[in-house]
């Protein structure tokens, strides 16, 4: 049984005087515990793709089931890291995560305890008390994937969460996300534009074509990439031959 299922998603955009096609005819199913990627021109519709998965925005046509239920049923299944954090900085950055957990009618007698392994687990242990804005952004945005995981979602939605970092703390990022989302078994999708990014985490790449987005092409990740860490796969041949064959194909879609 396929996780999530996508049928034939189209969706335009309608306003008094004009209407903008964002995305049309896009089917495809994802398996547990997969992460996939899109990548596409500027525009082509990713983020409403994004929002149409994630049961935030109605498609004009198409349907989305995650557990073969109506994504809009089970949208308290769905976790979120954006570019940007979202912390409260009145609050500490327990307080933020169990707030979370609150909003998500999911607090429960442990779960200070489970929180505190979390962020032992990112490496967080002693940044309880904290406020977000004694933080370095890294470890910001670390809080929010814990803020996210505690919630126990099945389904991660990952929006460029590492465009706004420096490259440094982005590529020790990418190696936490992916090795927390492994240990976890939890199925992600990521959209990015970065195409080293995109091969070093998925299983599958979607390529994009430009507005009206459709599926133009689908990469598979060998798993000679994907059993190692995004740090470490960036250095293997392969890796350099898929981030080439992507960049060429992107190319071509770009109006000259
Ligand atoms: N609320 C809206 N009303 C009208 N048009 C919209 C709305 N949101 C997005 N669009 C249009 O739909 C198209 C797709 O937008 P979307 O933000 O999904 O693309 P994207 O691929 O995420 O873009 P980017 O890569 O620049 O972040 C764009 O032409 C955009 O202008």
Redesign the pocket.
């Known amino acids: 049984m396929d996780f999530l299922t996508l049928k034939g998603i189209c969706h335009t955009?309608f306003?008094k005087s004009s209407f903008?096609t964002?995305l049309t005819d896009i089917s495809l199913d994802v398996r547990e515990g997969e992460f996939i990627s899109f990548l596409?021109p500027?525009?082509?519709?990713?983020?409403?793709?994004l929002s149409i998965i994630a049961g935030l925005l109605k498609p004009t046509e198409g349907s989305v089931l995650l557990e073969n239920k109506p994504v809009e049923s089970k949208k308290n299944d769905i976790g979120y890291m954006l570019q940007q954090d979202y912390l409260f900085p009145w609050k500490t950055i327990e307080e933020n995560i169990l707030l979370g957990l609150k909003v998500n009618g999911r607090l429960t007698a442990d779960s200070k305890a489970k929180t505190l392994h979390l962020l032992e687990k990112m490496s967080l242990g002693k940044v309880e008390t904290s406020y977000p804005k004694q933080l370095s952004g890294g470890m910001r945005q670390r809080v929010a994937l814990v803020r996210t995981l505690a919630t126990e979602p099945k389904l991660l939605m990952l929006d460029e969460p590492f465009s706004a970092l420096d490259y440094q703390t982005k590529l020790k990022l990418e190696d936490l996300v992916s090795s927390t989302l492994k240990s976890f078994k939890k199925t992600a999708i990521l959209?990015t534009?970065d195409i080293g990014e995109a091969v070093a985490m998925s299983d599958r790449v979607f390529l994009l074509s430009p507005?009206p987005?459709k599926l133009h092409k689908t990469f598979f990740i060998p798993e000679e990439i994907r059993s190692m860490s995004p740090f470490n796969a960036r250095s293997h041949p392969m890796f350099n031959e898929l981030f080439q064959s992507i960049w060429k194909e992107l190319e071509s879609l770009e109006p000259e």
């Open positions: 955009y306003t903008t964002a596409g500027s525009g082509c519709g990713k983020t409403t793709l959209v534009h507005r987005g």
